[in-house]
């Protein structure tokens, strides 16, 4: 089991061993920096049944912050990393995610906007079956605000041990902007990891992030297939290595995840939970491995304690996350399976 501490300032030999020639890494805190372009307020609906063109009576309502990075910040906060939050935020929606990560004890340097932060709805059949998401685009970025952003990210590099980039691209952002934020991290000697999707992701990818982790779905539209089997999962991982990406983790939701480098390659099957909604496991998974590998820890420690997080989160309403406790509680419970290369 991971201890639950907050590490030294010295670099591990196991990671000096890892990462050795993908770039040089600096003696720093292992902090764990997150970058949300396009963070949310984030509304969930539940309803016993979804009646499309009819009214439907809802069965309770529930906000919060939202966002790939925001969502990854709180677990990472919950695990003991240490973290900040950045990205762009503006208008009461974005005082409002602002607000949430302040009360639990989450730094955050964001960027301001004119613009208004927006609102995303997820409407939640209370069978537990994936939520109907209703997402706003997202407000306009000004040149200056970005200019402002690329410095912030500059400086959380250079005294982070990662940073994540999560989600969607808003408006007045360059398409290959992950490009560029990926470029920035890896001159400061933090590892960029990367998980969002579409052209974002295909463009991220020609930089060759550190980490990715998309789901059996964005996995096989990356390599062009359609990902049935877990011989074709195995293969995906290993071409999205050749492509120079270190470490590739797809999803598989309740089937579990494959997490996979050039010469070593796991699968994690999470316990059986009562599932009430799966909005943030993702994210949760994406935290509990960065944690891992931040502490030391080895590829199967990772995936496993990323594994547990992903699915405690699954076991809470559509505006939390998954508590430590949980998380620590199934680490245990989940089944881990060397696959040879």
Not at 297 to 315: H, I, K, P, V
Request: charged share 20%.
């Amino acid at each position: 089991m991971i201890a639950h501490c907050k590490a030294s300032n010295i670099i591990i030999p196991y990671l000096l061993q890892k990462f050795k020639g993908y770039f040089t890494i600096k003696a720093k805190e292992p902090m764990i920096a997150t970058v949300t372009l396009n963070p949310a307020l984030d509304k969930t609906i539940y309803l016993n049944n979804l009646l499309v063109h009819d009214a439907n009576r809802i069965v309770r309502l529930e906000q919060d912050a939202g966002g790939k990075g925001v969502n990854a910040s709180r677990v990472l906060k919950e695990l003991g990393s240490e973290t900040v939050a950045l990205g762009f935020i503006g208008g009461a929606t974005g005082s409002y995610i602002e607000h949430v990560l302040t009360r639990e004890g989450i730094p955050t340097d964001f960027v301001h906007i004119k613009g208004v932060t927006r609102t995303n709805i997820a409407i939640q059949e209370v069978d537990g079956s994936p939520p109907t998401m209703l997402n706003e685009p997202g407000p306009e970025i000004t040149d200056a605000e970005l200019q402002e952003l690329l410095a912030k990210v500059k400086s959380a590099a250079s005294r982070s041990y990662a940073v994540l980039f999560g989600g969607s691209v808003t408006s007045g952002v360059p398409k290959d902007i992950y490009r560029t934020l990926i470029r920035t991290v890896r001159s400061e000697g933090a590892l960029p990891v990367l998980d969002t999707d579409g052209q974002s992701l295909i463009e991220g990818l020609l930089e060759k992030p550190y980490m990715i982790k998309p789901n059996i779905d964005e996995a096989g539209r990356l390599v062009g297939t359609k990902l049935q089997s877990e011989a074709e999962v195995v293969n995906a991982d290993r071409q999205l290595c050749d492509r120079g990406v270190y470490l590739v983790v797809i999803s598989m939701g309740k089937d579990g995840a494959i997490a996979a480098t050039n010469g070593e390659c796991w699968f994690a099957m999470p316990p059986e939970v009562p599932v009430v909604s799966t909005i943030g496991s993702g994210d949760s998974m994406v935290a509990g491995i960065l944690h891992t590998l931040a502490n030391g820890g080895s590829l199967e420690e990772a995936l496993r304690l990323g594994s547990a997080a992903g699915a405690a989160t699954a076991m809470t309403n559509g505006a939390e996350i998954g508590k430590s406790a949980d998380i620590l509680r199934l680490i245990d419970q989940v089944t881990m399976r060397r696959i040879e290369m």
